[in-house]
């Protein structure tokens, strides 16, 4: 029944793990039920009879994961074998990929028949060990069957032989199964690379959305800027001199001192305090001949000394 299969293990499906290689170096055969349409077989094989090693990339990575495999491929192996791979921990941010190197007199001990092989590999229990060595201890009491074949390990673990010359003549059936076989790993093949995409274009657009926000703030500040620039100049060539402007005001500056004088787009905004009172100060600043409007900009703040804090807009003719 389907409701009793895991959906992501071909073994449950088309692939048949028919073999054990155990670290005596003994074939034996697994005792589990063949999949009703069996389109190939797998060998299970034990930890001391490889080589293995894990590496971890960026999810920016994934678009590129051929090419890692490729490239690691030729730097990687310690010495001549086959070379396998697989890829873990697709939707987190980091995944890793693990690499298998079988030597040649191990893999030649792999049954013909078999298009997968399975290695027994777990990089958690072994990340404290050396990576350099086939030296491992492994309990053969696992139960081998229950061992899983994701759909996405097809790619990676499929046995790759030296054709020989000896031509096979293929029934009906087999060409049918072959064909078949082709389907879902073609199928398998875009899937994979259809979800590398997806993630490595999330991954990107995560990445970048920082550095976008940043530039659009960015410009943001800038724009504003430029219209604070324009409107002062606006300003200076409509009021060429500021301080004669100043110094025109009709105003009595005895116990007045200004902290900041700070000029605006169509006048100044003065800020300091009188020791009298700052809405006598703002009729004499009305009063001048120079001003079209002033008024009160913030709240008149009660000095300790008994005067006046005071910020007054002032808006020239």
Known sequence: MLANRNINDASEYLVHKKFFLNHQKELVEVQNNAPKIKLAEACVIDRDLFWATTRYY?????????????????????????????????GAEQFSIDYFVIPKENYELIPASCQFVLPLYNDTKEQNQWPLTLSNVCDESQEISKVQ?????????????????????????????????????????????????????????????????????????????????????????QNPNVLSRLASLNINSQGIIFDRVTVIPKGVELRGVTDKSATDLLKQIVASDVIKEAKFSGPVVKQKTGGEGFTIEVEWL
């Open 149 to 237: 074949l994701p759909w996405l390990d097809l790619v990676g673990l499929r046995v790759k032989r030296e054709k020989t010359k000896t031509q096979q003549r293929l029934s009906t059936t087999h060409l049918i199964y072959g064909l078949l076989a082709t389907g879902v790993l073609t199928v398998t093949s875009l899937s994979a690379y259809i979800y590398l995409t997806q993630m490595s274009l999330q991954s990107a657009n995560v990445q970048n959305q920082t550095q976008v926000n940043e530039s659009l703030e960015m410009r943001q500040k800038y724009n504003r800027k430029v219209n604070s620039i324009g409107e002062l100049q606006t300003f200076l060539k």
């Open 58 to 90: 960026p999810k920016s990575s994934l678009k590129e994961i051929f090419n890692i495999v490729k490239a690691q491929s030729k730097v990687l192996p310690p010495f001549e074998g086959m070379f396998l791979w697989r890829v873990r921990n697709l």
